[in-house]
């Protein structure tokens, strides 16, 4: 202290400190009295220690006792409390205390200055660490709002009264509003587009339950975004993140998923077709087995009720021949007439016989491929005797035959299509309207083709329905019911004979299906003389080389009044004979005998006399092995069927090539 200086304060009593030092010694904070040095005008020059609690010795480094009687430059610096002499005086002086922060040393300290008579009681608080977890606190929160800020999602708070205590701005630019517009504003009021949405209802779920939710939400006409809603003590906090690619490729993904699916359910469904079509393949493959077997049954079964049936039909042919002239004599009408009808009667039986078995031969040579002049009208015929069953009780068959030559077919594929055309049109007629239906059978010719026309006034089709009628496995019935396959079968059978078959329909009102046909131009014979009716007919030589007694007995009675008759019962006797005597006309020659067949005799004769071969006419049964097909189909000699037509043997007789080289026998 200075000599000028002089103190000039009222002391404290003892008592008083007394009792302060004893209140305070065991605070944590420090507290000390500071007393004031006066100038002897009065004004305060600097404060003094009076006395110090063991908190305040600590913060201040030094001893009670030290500090006792000490100014507070001697003490503290400056920055300490020595520099807040001016704060002090001004406590003192207006009798008001005061608060602030200053630095000791490096600690930090909180000090609040209250006058006590004329001095202050002065309190020190160390703040050091709570300023620095203050000032983390402050960087952790500049930290976490520029990580929010910069965030490519969208985040927001709200308090307990749905005021917005934070909103980012990715929050805010999904809103439309700025930062500063939707802070500490009512979310519902800030955005009311959101009142009344599912967004609403589960932040108030949020609220009511302290929970957690998680939820997508279209927030844009193709925008999505993944919402996390969660309770945070007083506040709820929102963060949603931007989902539109995921719900894209998830779109995507589903809608490929779907395609699957449905290709998969397609090719099930077309697995389950192919399936039933394949078994309705096999059936029909079954069936058509049978029929093969059938219709191998039918050509041995023909063959071998031709034989004896030629025979019989020969016979019976005889016998009326025979008898008609004894009708016209005297006392024989009665009993000769009645004889004579009843063969007529067996004759016309043989005849019905004889129709049927080549019905069945017809579909046994279904597999052959030789085209050559056919009956267009006898192939109808046959297509409706076999298809009358179905025709009987739906429909009239009429018939509009035009003048037609014959057609270049094949006779059991053509007999076969008009099978197909006439039940495919009884199908499309109902049943048990007989009176009002009608199939029509049309010939006619355009020039080098020859038409045939089957109408029927049944159901039609569509014009969708008559563009696929033509597709194979394409049917209108019901499954099981049909195949698909009857036309487009039809259509190849056409085109194998050089033909096309094409179909015209008006729904309601029926369908008529159209075959063209190439016309089979005549073949012309040269070098065959023909017989002038007024000369009549020469008698001729005939050899007939058949196995079959009764059969060459037949041929015998019918050619036998006309013309002379060899008869050689094998193929091998027939050799020896022409070997010795080829002086015939013609040769009647059955194709399958049990010695040598016609095909061994004609092999033979063309080695050795193949000028006898013009002479030849192959007869046969119908049954042909595949040696035989290609015989006939390669040998371009006439052939008749068992039964024949006397007309048919004369004819070939008379049209015999005239005989040159000839040995043995006598020409005639």
Same mark, same amino acid.
């Given at each position: 202290?200075?000599?000028?200086?002089?103190?000039?304060?009222?002391?404290?009593?003892?008592?008083?400190? &007394?009792?302060?030092?004893?209140?305070?010694?065991?605070?944590?904070?420090?507290?000390?009295?500071?007393?004031?040095?006066?100038?002897?005008?009065?004004?305060?020059?600097?404060?003094?220690?009076?006395?110090?609690?063991?908190?305040?010795?600590?913060?201040?480094?030094?001893?009670?006792?030290?500090?006792?009687?000490?100014?507070?430059?001697?003490?503290?610096?400056?920055?300490?409390?020595?520099?807040?002499?001016?704060?002090?005086?001004?406590?003192?002086?207006?009798?008001?205390?005061?608060?602030?922060?200053? #630095?000791?040393?490096?600690?930090?300290?909180?000090?609040?200055?209250?006058?006590?008579?004329?001095?202050?009681?002065?309190?020190?608080?160390?703040?050091?660490?709570?300023?620095?977890?203050?000032?983390?606190?402050?960087?952790?929160?500049?930290?976490?709002?520029?990580?929010?800020?910069?965030?490519?999602?969208?985040?927001?708070?709200?308090?307990? $009264?749905?005021?917005?205590?934070?909103?980012?701005?990715?929050?805010?630019?999904?809103?439309?509003?700025?930062?500063?517009?939707?802070?500490?504003?009512?979310?519902?009021?800030?955005?009311?587009?959101?009142?009344?949405?599912?967004?609403?209802?589960?932040?108030?779920?949020?609220?009511?339950?302290?929970?957690?939710?998680?939820?997508?939400?279209?927030?844009?006409?193709?925008?999505?975004?993944?919402?996390?809603?969660?309770?945070?003590?007083?506040?709820?906090?929102?963060?949603?993140?931007?989902?539109?690619?995921?719900?894209?490729?998830?779109?995507?993904?589903?809608?490929?998923?779907?395609?699957?699916?449905?290709?998969?359910?397609?090719?099930? &469904?077309?697995?389950?077709?192919?399936?039933?079509?394949?078994?309705?393949?096999?059936?029909?493959?079954?069936?058509?087995?049978?029929?093969?077997? +059938?219709?191998?049954?039918?050509?041995?079964?023909?063959?071998?009720?031709?034989?004896?049936?030629?025979?019989?039909? !020969?016979?019976?042919?005889?016998a009326v021949e025979q008898l008609t002239p004894l009708?016209?004599?005297?006392?024989?009408?009665? &009993?000769?007439?009645?004889?004579?009808?009843?063969?007529?009667?067996?004759?016309?039986?043989?005849?019905?016989?004889?129709?049927?078995?080549? $019905?069945?031969?017809?579909?046994?040579?279904?597999?052959?491929?030789?085209?050559?002049?056919?009956?267009?009208?006898?192939?109808?015929?046959?297509?409706?005797?076999?298809?009358?069953?179905?025709?009987?009780?739906?429909?009239?068959?009429?018939?509009?035959?035009?003048?037609?030559?014959?057609?270049?077919?094949?006779?059991?594929?053509?007999?076969?299509?008009?099978?197909?055309?006439?039940?495919?049109?009884?199908?499309?007629?109902?049943?048990?309207?007989?009176?009002?239906?009608?199939?029509?059978?049309?010939?006619?010719?355009?020039?080098?083709?020859?038409?045939?026309?089957?109408?029927?006034?049944?159901?039609?089709?569509?014009?969708?329905?008559?563009?696929?009628?033509?597709?194979?496995?394409?049917?209108?019935?019901?499954?099981?019911?049909?195949?698909?396959?009857?036309?487009?079968?039809?259509? !190849?059978?056409?085109?194998?004979?050089?033909?096309?078959?094409?179909?015209?329909?008006?729904?309601?009102?029926?369908?008529?299906?159209?075959?063209?046909?190439?016309?089979?131009?005549?073949?012309?014979?040269?070098?065959?003389?023909?017989?002038? +009716?007024?000369?009549?007919?020469?008698?001729?030589?005939?050899?007939?080389v058949d196995d079959e007694p009764q059969l060459t007995?037949?041929?015998?009675?019918?050619?036998?009044?006309?013309?002379?008759?060899?008869?050689?019962?094998? !193929?091998?006797?027939?050799?020896?004979?022409?070997?010795?005597?080829?002086?015939?006309?013609?040769?009647? #020659?059955?194709?399958?005998?049990?010695?040598?067949?016609?095909?061994?005799?004609?092999?033979?004769?063309?080695?050795?006399?193949?000028?006898?071969?013009?002479?030849?006419?192959?007869?046969?049964?119908?049954?042909?092995?595949?040696?035989?097909?290609?015989?006939?189909?390669?040998?371009?000699?006439?052939?008749?069927?068992?039964?024949?037509?006397?007309?048919?043997?004369?004819?070939?007789?008379?049209?015999?090539?005239?005989?040159?080289?000839?040995?043995?026998?006598?020409?005639?």
């Amino acid at each position: 202290m200075s000599a000028t200086d002089t103190t000039v304060a009222l002391p404290l009593p003892d008592a008083l400190l &007394a009792a302060l030092e004893e209140a305070e010694r065991e605070l944590p904070e420090a507290c000390m009295v500071l007393r004031a040095v006066r100038s002897p005008g009065g004004a305060i020059l600097d404060f003094e220690w009076l006395w110090a609690n063991p908190a305040a010795s600590r913060a201040l480094g030094r001893d009670p006792e030290f500090l006792r009687g000490r100014r507070l430059g001697e003490v503290s610096s400056k920055d300490g409390i020595a520099g807040r002499l001016d704060l002090l005086r001004q406590v003192v002086e207006s009798g008001r205390p005061h608060a602030d922060h200053f #630095c000791e040393g490096e600690v930090l300290l909180q000090g609040t200055a209250v006058p006590l008579r004329d001095g202050v009681l002065l309190r020190l608080r160390d703040i050091t660490s709570d300023q620095r977890v203050e000032e983390g606190l402050r960087e952790t929160l500049d930290w976490v709002r520029d990580v929010l800020e910069s965030m490519p999602d969208a985040f927001f708070t709200v308090d307990t $009264d749905w005021r917005l205590t934070y909103v980012n701005r990715n929050a805010a630019a999904l809103t439309g509003r700025s930062q500063e517009t939707l802070f500490r504003r009512v979310l519902w009021e800030a955005c009311p587009e959101l009142c009344g949405t599912p967004f609403e209802r589960t932040l108030r779920e949020v609220a009511a339950e302290e929970s957690y939710r998680l939820f997508e939400l279209r927030t844009g006409r193709d925008r999505w975004h993944e919402v996390h809603a969660w309770s945070s003590g007083r506040n709820i906090s929102t963060y949603a993140r931007d989902i539109t690619d995921k719900k894209r490729v998830q779109a995507e993904r589903d809608a490929l998923l779907a395609r699957e699916h449905s290709g998969r359910l397609e090719a099930e &469904a077309l697995a389950q077709r192919r399936t039933h079509e394949l078994m309705a393949a096999r059936e029909r493959l079954v069936q058509s087995e049978k029929l093969a077997m +059938a219709g191998q049954l039918a050509a041995g079964v023909g063959h071998e009720i031709n034989n004896p049936l030629s025979y019989v039909t !020969g016979n019976l042919q005889f016998a009326v021949e025979q008898l008609t002239p004894l009708v016209r004599g005297p006392g024989l009408q009665g &009993a000769v007439g009645e004889a004579l009808e009843a063969l007529r009667e067996a004759k016309e039986g043989a005849e019905r016989i004889r129709v049927i078995v080549r $019905d069945l031969q017809t579909f046994a040579r279904a597999d052959e491929l030789r085209l050559g002049p056919v009956d267009v009208h006898a192939a109808l015929e046959f297509g409706v005797s076999m298809a009358m069953t179905h025709l009987r009780s739906r429909a009239q068959v009429e018939r509009h035959y035009g003048q037609v030559p014959p057609a270049l077919a094949h006779e059991a594929r053509l007999g076969q299509v008009f099978l197909h055309l006439l039940i495919n049109a009884s199908n499309a007629i109902p049943s048990g309207a007989y009176e009002r239906h009608r199939v029509t059978l049309t010939t006619r010719r355009e020039g080098a083709w020859v038409l045939a026309e089957v109408s029927d006034t049944g159901l039609g089709m569509t014009p969708e329905v008559l563009q696929r009628a033509f597709e194979p496995f394409f049917t209108t019935r019901p499954v099981g019911e049909g195949s698909g396959l009857g036309l487009s079968i039809c259509l !190849g059978l056409v085109r194998s004979m050089h033909g096309e078959l094409t179909a015209t329909s008006i729904p309601g009102l029926g369908s008529t299906f159209q075959v063209r046909l190439p016309v089979s131009e005549p073949i012309v014979h040269p070098g065959l003389p023909a017989v002038r +009716a007024d000369e009549g007919p020469s008698r001729k030589r005939v050899l007939v080389v058949d196995d079959e007694p009764q059969l060459t007995s037949v041929l015998r009675r019918i050619l036998g009044r006309q013309h002379d008759v060899v008869v050689a019962h094998s !193929g091998r006797e027939a050799l020896a004979l022409l070997e010795q005597d080829d002086a015939f006309d013609r040769v009647f #020659c059955d194709l399958m005998m049990a010695d040598l067949t016609g095909m061994d005799v004609h092999a033979e004769l063309s080695r050795r006399r193949p000028e006898l071969l013009s002479r030849f006419v192959f007869m046969t049964g119908g049954s042909f092995t595949e040696r035989a097909r290609a015989f006939l189909q390669a040998v371009p000699l006439p052939r008749i069927e068992k039964p024949f037509e006397p007309g048919l043997l004369h004819s070939l007789v008379e049209s015999s090539p005239p005989r040159t080289g000839a040995r043995g026998g006598q020409a005639v």
